[in-house]
């Protein structure tokens, strides 16, 4: 059983930072696909930043030049440093994980961006 649990959410003011961390727990033998989506009140989940097994990133353009994603293998742990934060970013935000075919989530942390 795989186990996602992300920390770090909060609520700042624009033009803030906060930094996300997802660890992966449970029966992992290999590097996966991680990353992060987002959910505003009233919109769709949307993709935020990816990162492959690799190292290989993307990112939705609405957080290109202010987030950055990153990963500790060693730990199974994502990261994700977001940067000169706006209202707009304000959301749910969930990790991800591929693994074995699968798509496994995590319950969510909330992002607020207000002044």
């Known amino acids: 059983q795989v186990q996602l649990v992300e920390s770090g959410g909060g609520l700042v003011q624009p033009g803030g930072s906060l930094r996300l961390s997802c660890a992966a727990s449970?029966?992992?033998?290999?590097?996966?696909?991680m990353g992060w989506y987002r959910q505003a009140p009233g919109k769709e989940r949307e993709l935020v930043a990816g990162?492959?097994?690799?190292?290989?990133?993307n990112y939705a353009d609405s957080v290109k030049g202010r987030f950055t994603i990153s990963r500790d293998n060693a730990k199974n742990t994502v990261y994700l440093q977001m940067n000169s934060l706006k209202p707009e970013d304000t959301a749910k935000y969930y990790c991800?994980?591929?693994?074995?075919?699968?798509?496994?989530w995590g319950k969510g942390t909330l992002v607020s961006v207000s002044s």
């Open positions: 990162i492959t097994a690799l190292g290989r990133t």
């Open positions: 449970g029966s992992i033998f290999s590097i996966n696909d």
């Open positions: 991800y994980l591929h693994y074995t075919g699968m798509t496994y």
